[in-house]
């Protein structure tokens, strides 16, 4: 009884929140006039059997013919700093759409100017996800295992200096995917999606969405510094909107345009560079089931410093596999 | 009855007002017979910072002038405890606490005193604040601002300050680019100071007010109120931002140079932290914008010598600023002409003797060298005159001598001031009758006598200083080692000593009196035992002689003499000729006059007491192509210095050190022998300890026999290695070690140890003749502490000092100490007056009012730091006689006497008093203690007093001429003679 009354006000908020977006844009339409969002095709109940997500669908990994992820995040910016992760993640279902997600992070930056480089450690998670039979909406939570790592410069402050311009680089202001940690650190992660069904606008075939969510550490983490590690909280929080474009007139173009903003939250950061802030601008494509990529562009600022923005630009790729 | 009823609650208080609701005090006519009527009678400070908690980004001062408590001139509110890492009370990142527990330590170490916790925990140590030492919390707030007022001062120049480098290194590292100038900081700061000044103001209207004429001024005081004037002190406000708080806020007075060199001219040149902070912020002022550049110098004996190798606070982009001060490489540093260099430019080993001078800025009222080269007016003269015209008091104080004489000469009667400093080369071109207590060369920092004297014919007033450390004083025992002993945690206490005997097991300090000083000499022998292993990249052991030329003791010229050392694997020897014959160079620096060293004759005629100090030191030579091909071209930058920070191997063991002077007549005279016991060596020297003074002239008791101490107050410093783990003090989290020291006496025959400390102790047993050195305070590596002590022996019965450490964690490293010095000083209080006489009788000819105070509370420096007496309280009488309510009750017919000024309890309750005599001037408030000691000194007492109590009216004057150059000069303020007798306790 108290499973239903939550799924059913899980439904209600979703709805609600499809509602609100989608009146922003198309006032008229309503979810029971839009045709069927991309979701639909994959189920209508949760004992019906799923199919693939079609092309299009951007945030896939946990939904059916997407049970392995392979991503890739590289950007660069003016400071000539690049960053590169890469993201594995496997799905597994529970029941329905809910899904156990395990997911393994690693990579790293280079400060091409200065000829600094550091491999970053990787980072595992263990979450929960699940979304609703329309898609309209999605979430995922979980713990994050960040094991301790130790960078090349960590007896220096350019380890800390190339750790902060990558996440003012990167378009995530995940620090824990730039910083070396003296002992493993525990975070616990969420992410919540929700989206209109589609909506015809003269020509156009449209979703509206929303993303939020973020990493926060469970307890005081250790960051390495050349003054030995300091301990503080590390997290961030992100916010995004979207909008899909499925098809123009009759073709597919299976296109998402949407801002992204984040903020990091992390202690670790001097006060002269604290709250390093993002906002950018991106493009997506998913041509193929399989397939789905983002190229953005943007700012990052630290809020607290005089510093001139820093520009950044990359390039998201995610492969599926069933 | 109600009557008595009230005086009796106001004693009680300590207050000559009410606690709830100061009120103005009915205003005095002046005290002394022959004063002009209309005269105001009350002193002046003509510099403080009481708004200097919004200074340095917040994050440098703790404490607020406002006060949430009633005021009172009798309690001093509490003060919340503050985390002794950083003073940002925002802030979270571990980064900063970790940069700023690093930092602090060392801004605490400018006044020798170690950073404690303050405020309401439970192991707060009694004397952490107030303490005049102590330069990082709030000593100005509104009650202390109160009771300097019930004791007379009625004028207040209220000053802002910053330095926007100092407030980048506090705000943690800028890890994206490094620090950047702005040169718009010190605008926005100034901004924030006023309007504190300004809200301080409103809330205690009653009986303080902002006066912007002279008219004001009169007005203010003949109310009885306290007269604040707004004053800007800032390293560099552009023009149009100084014009703007002059229209919006009614600036009045305007230090137009601080502590850098900016675009009005040269600063003086005072320390080598604010000459890393001209560098860093040379490219906004200059006119040329050119960055990292460090003041220009000249060689003058005039002034000591004040920079030594330049850091660097912001390491250029990209790499980021972090706290960790870096030196300028060598090729950087040879430009600079600091120092002659001919000593290592060579690469071949020889030694070489030149003349060293003093330094100073070789700016004026000008940004760049090319501007100051030019003849006629320089470019900041222009500056000058526009705040002049704007009817700005304008302060010569911190500028170079160059700019101050400039200023001068701007062409304008308008008189100026001089806020806050001593006077150089006092009795220079005076008479025979002119003393001057002086006995070391000033910085550049001091006014020169006769600029003071031009600004005092134009009828411009001066400001006294009342500074940390200005005193004399002679050595009662100093022992020198690297290090002397290592202070461990250990729960039996006693940790360290140092005796004059070596056979008490501890370090030795070499005995008073062996040699007659006046003795001639003709050479000087070093012998060290110990190895010496490595000497690349091109380190060589050298020995440093120092010789004082034929000048005064405030001048500056010493012959160098750096002289290679011959070793063996049993130690190194070297026999110094002082007629200089076996020098291979005998060279001035390209940069110094062009002078000879010496003449074979003035060589030939040094006696013992002219030499100055005697160094071993490793000393890194040029580094040619085989030696760069076999070490990297990296150790260029290592030239000519004697410590470095790369891997090098050299380490220099020094076993033994012998020291001995031949006479003229070939008898060995015995300087130094320093042999500790087995076990145990006189130093290391290698990569942080590069170099090892063995003798200080100032070391010998003999030295300053004539120092006016009386032997009773004494000064015990010690110094931590350099390259040591910090001692670690007090924070919230925890308690904290306590250093103890206690003297040794051989009063009762032996030198007997101090009584040893219980187990179990925490605080230093007073009574035992234990004090705390560091009040729980953290003590970094190469800081020098020190405390206070009162001997009831004679002095020359102090033959040593134990060192003990409360309360330390068990497991932290030992703290090796390098240095131990007790010294007999001249009474703080006692040596004020007696400059104060010195100046006014020298450039006023003892004209009353013409020497203000110019305290520069909170201004980073710390204030005088100890009194040998304490007022008597009894006679502490207010100067502030009620009005309003209790004028009517009758309370006004005389000045109701003053209580100590009090610690608030939590439960409103009052404390312990904060005496002079244990805290120095450890609050504003505590100036009305001092006038009052002022008072009490022998001979010039009173009139020093009575010329403070009309510098208020001078200063008047002085602004008032400022407005109306040609107005008929007023009738003169009267005249005394400033003879001031023996201070109490020792006979003429």
């Known amino acids: 009884m108290r499973r239903a009354a939550r799924a059913h006000a899980v439904r209600a908020f979703a709805r609600a929140a499809t509602l609100a977006a989608a009146l922003l844009v198309a006032p008229a339409a309503s979810a029971d006039d839009a045709p069927a969002p991309l979701g639909a095709l994959e189920s209508t109940t949760a004992n019906e059997p799923a199919q693939a997500h079609l092309p299009g669908y951007f945030n896939g990994v946990g939904t059916t013919g997407r049970y392995w992820e392979l991503a890739s995040d590289s950007a660069f910016g003016t400071k000539r700093v690049f960053t590169q992760r890469f993201d594995l993640a496997r799905a597994l279902t529970i029941r329905g759409p809910l899904t156990l997600v395990v997911r393994a992070n690693f990579g790293g930056d280079a400060a ?122 590390i997290g961030n929080a992100f916010f995004e909107f979207a ?22 939250l992390s202690s670790n950061w001097p006060s002269d560079d604290a709250f390093p802030l993002i906002a950018n601008a991106f493009v997506g494509w998913s041509p193929v089931t399989w397939l789905s990529l983002r190229v953005f562009g943007g700012a990052a600022i630290l809020p607290t410093s005089r510093q001139p923005a820093e520009t950044q630009y990359g390039l998201r790729l995610a492969f599926y596999l069933p | 009855v109600f009557a008595v009823g009230l005086v009796t609650t106001a004693a009680a208080t300590g207050c000559a007002s009410t606690a709830s609701d100061p009120v103005a005090c009915a205003q005095v006519p002046p005290q002394v017979t022959d004063a002009p009527d209309g005269a105001v009678w009350g002193f002046a400070d003509l510099h403080a910072h009481p708004a200097i908690e919004r200074a340095f980004g917040g994050r440098l001062i703790w404490g607020t002038a406002v006060d949430p408590e009633p005021v009172s001139g009798a309690a001093l509110p509490r003060i919340d405890a503050c985390p002794v890492e950083t003073h940002d009370r925002d802030l979270t990142s571990p980064i900063d606490r970790a940069v700023g527990a690093e930092l ?15 405020g309401s925990l439970g192991f707060r140590p009694a004397t952490a604040w107030p303490n005049a030492r102590d330069i990082i919390h709030q000593q100005m707030n509104v009650a202390s601002i109160r009771r300097a007022y019930e004791g007379g001062l009625r004028l207040m120049f209220a000053s802002t300050t910053d330095d926007q480098a100092l407030s980048a290194l506090l705000s943690g590292p800028n890890l994206l680019d490094g620090f950047v100038p702005d040169p718009h900081a010190d605008f926005a700061s100034a901004k924030a100071q006023l309007d504190l000044i300004q809200q301080i103001v409103e809330q205690n209207r009653d009986w303080m007010w902002i006066a912007r004429s002279p008219q004001d001024a009169r ?24 014009d703007t708080l002059i229209a919006d806020y009614g600036v009045r007075h305007v230090l137009p140079i601080h502590l850098v060199d900016n675009d009005v001219g040269g600063t003086a040149a005072n320390g080598d932290l604010f000459n890393a902070s001209s560098a860093a912020v040379s490219s906004i002022y200059r006119s040329d914008k050119a960055p990292q550049r460090y003041l220009s110098v000249e060689a003058t004996p005039a002034y000591g010598r004040p920079l030594d190798w330049p850091q660097q606070i912001a390491t250029l982009t990209p790499a980021p600023l972090y706290v960790g001060l870096g030196t300028i490489p060598y090729s950087q540093y040879a430009t600079l002409c600091y120092e002659p260099l001919v000593a290592c430019q060579g690469v071949a080993v020889a030694g070489v003797s030149f003349l060293e001078f003093g330094q100073q800025n070789v700016k004026g009222l000008c940004s760049t060298e090319a ?127 140092v005796t004059e005997d070596a056979a008490t097991g501890c370090a030795v300090a070499p005995k008073a009196g062996v040699v007659d000083p006046a003795t001639p000499i003709a050479s000087i022998q070093v012998r060290t035992l110990g190895g010496v292993s490595g000497f690349g990249p091109n380190a060589h052991p050298f ?98 210095q004697s410590t470095w920070s790369g891997d090098g191997a050299p380490s220099w063991t020094l076993d033994a050190v012998d020291l001995e002077a031949t006479a003229a007549s070939a008898a060995a005279l015995p300087l130094v022998h320093l042999a500790p016991p087995d076990g145990f060596l006189v130093a290391t020297l290698f990569q942080e300890r590069g170099s090892l003074v063995v003798y200080e002239r100032d070391d010998r008791p003999d030295t300053a026999a004539d120092v006016l101490a009386t032997g009773h107050l004494l000064k015990v410093s010690l110094r931590a290695a350099p390259g040591a783990a910090p001692l670690a003090g007090a924070s919230p989290a925890q308690v904290g070690a306590n250093v103890c020291v206690a003297l040794r006496s051989s009063a009762t025959g032996a030198c007997a140890a101090a009584p040893p400390i219980a187990d179990g102790a925490t605080e230093c047993p007073r009574s035992d003749g234990w004090v705390s050195l560091n009040q729980r305070g953290s003590w970094a590596p190469n800081v020098t502490l020190y405390t206070f002590v009162r001997s009831a022996v004679p002095e020359a019965t102090i033959c040593g000092v134990d060192v003990a450490v409360l309360d330390w964690d068990a497991a932290s490293p030992p703290l090796p ?72 009750a009758g309370a006004d017919a005389s000045p109701l006497p003053m209580a100590p000024m009090r610690f608030r309890n939590a439960d409103g309750t009052l404390g312990d008093a904060i005496r002079l005599d244990e805290r120095g001037l450890a609050t504003y408030g505590l100036l009305a203690d001092f006038l009052e000691a002022v008072r009490e000194y022998p001979g010039c007492g009173q009139d020093v007093h009575d010329s403070l109590m009309l510098s208020a009216e001078a200063t008047i004057r002085a602004w008032e001429a400022l407005l109306d150059p040609t107005r008929p000069p007023p009738p003169p303020l009267p005249a005394r003679t400033f003879e001031c007798g023996a201070p109490p306790g020792l006979t003429p």
């Open chain 2, 371 to 497: 501007e100051c080269a030019s003849p006629g007016e320089h470019p900041g003269a222009a500056r000058i005159r526009h705040l002049l015209d704007e009817q700005v008091m304008v302060d010569v104080t911190h500028m170079s001598a160059r700019a101050a004489q400039e200023t001068i000469d701007v062409d304008s009667p308008a008189p100026l001031i001089a806020s806050h400093g001593d006077i150089a080369h006092l009795c220079r071109g005076a008479g025979a009758g002119c003393v001057d207590d002086a006995r070391r060369p000033p910085t550049e920092r001091s006014l020169d006598v006769d600029a003071a004297a031009a600004i005092v014919a134009r009828q411009g007033v001066l400001g006294l200083g009342s500074g940390v450390g200005n005193y004399n004083a002679r050595a009662v025992l100093a022992a020198r080692g690297g290090p002397l002993f290592m202070l461990t945690p250990d729960p039996q206490g006693r940790s360290g000593c």
């Open chain 2, 104 to 118: 602090f330590p060392n801004v605490a170490q400018l006044a020798g005193f170690a950073h404690a916790p303050v």
């Open chain 1, 243 to 264: 909008v899909g474009l499925p098809h123009v007139a009759d073709a597919d173009t299976n296109l998402e345009i949407g801002g992204h903003g984040e903020v990091s």
């Open chain 2, 543 to 640: 020995v440093r002689v120092a010789m004082r030329g034929a000048r005064p003791l405030d001048q500056t010229e010493d012959r160098v003499i750096v002289h290679p050392l011959d070793c063996s694997t049993g130690g190194c020897a070297a026999s110094i000729d002082l007629g200089g014959v076996d020098l291979a160079v005998d060279a001035t620096s390209a940069c110094g006059p062009a002078a000879p060293a010496c003449s074979a004759s003035s060589c030939a005629s040094y006696t013992v007491d002219d030499i100055e100090r005697v160094t071993l030191e490793w000393l890194y030579l040029g580094c040619d192509g085989a030696c760069q091909a076999q070490y990297g071209t990296a150790v260029a930058d290592d030239q000519c």
């Open chain 2, 817 to 888: 100490v390098d240095e131990v010095r007790v010294e007999a000083i001249d009474d703080p209080l006692g040596h004020w007056v007696r400059r104060y006489a010195q100046v006014i009788r020298r450039v006023a000819a003892g004209r009353l009012g013409t020497v203000a105070f110019g305290t520069d509370f909170n201004g980073l420096n710390g204030m005088m730091d100890i009194a040998e007496n304490e007022p008597a309280q009894t006679s502490l009488a207010s100067a502030c006689p009620l009005r309003g309510a209790q004028a009517d």
């Open chain 2, 219 to 242: 007005q203010i005081i003949g109310e009885g109120k306290l007269a604040v004037v707004l004053s800007l002190e800032m390293n560099g406000l552009l023009e149009g931002d100084t």
């Open chain 1, 112 to 233: 091409l100017d200065r000829g600094e480089s550091a491999l970053q450690g990787p980072i595992f998670a263990l979450g929960l996800r699940d979304h609703s039979t329309s898609d309209n909406y999605s979430v995922e939570f979980g713990v994050r295992l960040v094991p301790s790592w130790s960078g090349p410069s960590d007896s220096d402050p350019t380890a800390l200096q190339l750790a902060l311009g990558a996440t003012l680089t990167s378009g995530i202001a995940d620090d824990a995917r730039w910083l070396s940690f003296s002992d493993t650190g525990f975070q616990i992660y969420g992410s919540f999606e929700s989206r209109t069904d589609t909506f015809d606008l003269r020509a156009l075939r449209l979703w509206l969405g929303t993303r939020y969510g973020g990493e926060a550490s469970l307890l005081p983490m250790k960051v390495r510094s050349w003054l030995g590690p300091q301990t503080g909280f």
